[in-house]
């Protein structure tokens, strides 16, 4: 089927007085930040023909961040926002071109249960027009329906059950170095130090200045570090982007039988009022994994401790058991802490510095980022480099734009 490319959304109404200059290609480009945004960032902007250097301080997928962990959900429901629907769409096309062409098998096609306590549920019928535009439709399954199919899961609490074939998972950290592996294999200049942006003079930043005691300059700077934005930029964005504490768990499946649990689908346990679960039950062999997904505290990417927390932990112990009754006596084998990055809405920002027309700001995944990683780098680097305009939806003077509703956050 054909996946058309994703067009952005209104045009930027305060920075359109100023247009962005086109960059010519060969031109020096550096990315700050080989997650999500920033990897795939790089990478289409050297695939554009542009000279790119890619810095990170603790390398792609590390244990610190936003994307360090195994598994990501991916799935184009999102209500009648059809900005992030056509998003997605284009993200998971180059999801499975990159794929393909790197032999790494990064996106699992599991499908997503979404398990619903009443009888209507907006959030997923809003999506329909859209799905009905690209030719795909939810598959519903009533309570019973549901049980059989997926004996496994407890549905006696449940309205309905509505399953989405073509949404899944993607690896999560694995994605990460496979996208900068790929910058590097294709010309692109990696490197593993702490950057910090030099000063703002007559509307352009200087440069980059590295922890090695190197300065980096280029004719365009892009700064795509996650939960670190707002500590590098915090008269800017120390109030616009925060990070906030999130756990997940991998409960150890039943020996006699592990392969069933870890051939469910993907299933989210959304609308029961504030308690929302989720979970990705394959997850590469590492156990049957589980999130509680309601913002933590308030913390600092670099210096907060990882040690998961004993009351979520039970609190999801809870859960599973009365979801999937086998899973009752299933041990904690491994947990994850991580954080999101937050932006006040629930959407992206990219947009330039107030003050320095060279210089951008890519970010706000906002927990639901990494799945749009692929579509959003492409969409970046036309924008970075003056082929399409800026966007209001992500711009940092953006008016008061409807909240991306609930269900958006995939670790």
């Known amino acids: 089927m054909e996946i058309r490319t994703f067009a952005p959304p209104e045009v930027h109404s305060v920075l359109q007085l100023k247009a962005i200059p086109q960059l010519k290609t060969q031109s020096e480009i550096a990315v700050v930040g080989a997650g999500a945004f920033g990897g795939w960032t790089a990478l289409h902007l050297l695939r554009q023909g542009y000279r790119v250097t890619l810095i990170d301080a603790f390398g792609p997928g590390n244990s610190r961040a936003s994307s360090g962990d195994e598994t990501r959900v991916i799935r184009s429901t999102y209500g009648a926002n059809e900005t992030y629907f056509d998003l997605n769409r284009r993200a998971l096309q180059l999801w499975c071109e990159n794929q393909e062409r790197w032999g790494k098998k990064l996106f699992h096609r599991t499908g997503i249960l979404w398990l619903c306590y009443h009888e209507q549920m907006p959030f997923i019928e809003a999506t329909m027009p859209f799905m009905a535009k690209h030719g795909l439709a939810y598959e519903y399954l009533s309570a019973e329906e549901a049980a ?19 949404a899944g998972y993607l690896m999560a950290r694995e994605g990460c170095r496979a996208v900068a592996e790929a910058f590097i294999e294709e010309g692109g200049r990696y490197i593993q130090a702490q950057a910090e942006p030099m000063s703002v003079n007559h509307n352009q930043l200087a440069g980059i200045k590295l922890s090695n005691g190197s300065v980096v300059q280029a004719q365009a700077y892009v700064w795509a570090c996650g939960a670190w934005l707002g500590y590098l930029f915090p008269e800017i964005l120390g109030k616009v982007i925060t990070a906030t504490r999130q756990e997940v768990y991998y409960f150890g499946v039943p020996e006699n039988c592990s392969a069933a649990w870890e051939h469910l689908p993907v299933w989210i346990d959304w609308d029961n009022g504030d308690e ?29 401790e990882r040690q998961p927390t004993p009351s979520l932990i039970e609190k999801s ?5 009365r979801r999937f009754p086998g899973m009752v006596l299933a041990p904690l084998v491994e ?7 937050n932006s006040p809405d629930g959407n992206f920002i990219l947009d330039r510095h107030p003050e320095a027309e060279n210089c951008w700001f890519l970010g706000g995944g906002s927990g639901h980022g990494y799945k749009h990683g692929p579509a959003i780098g492409e969409w970046a680097a036309q924008i970075i480099t003056g082929k ?13 734009i409807a909240q991306v509703q609930g269900g958006q956050n995939d670790v």
């Open 276 to 304: 929302f679960f989720y979970g990705i039950p394959g997850s590469t062999h590492r156990g049957f994994k589980v999130a509680y997904d309601k913002r933590g505290e308030d913390v600092h990417p670099t210096h907060m």
């Open 148 to 166: 059989y199919r997926y004996p496994l899961i407890n549905f006696t609490d449940l309205h309905h059950a509505v399953f989405d074939a073509e």
């Open 388 to 400: 399409q305009p800026l966007a209001a939806l992500f711009s940092l003077v953006r008016p008061a």
């Open 335 to 341: 947990a994850r802490v991580c954080q999101y990055e």
């Open 317 to 321: 112990r809870r859960f599973l058991a």
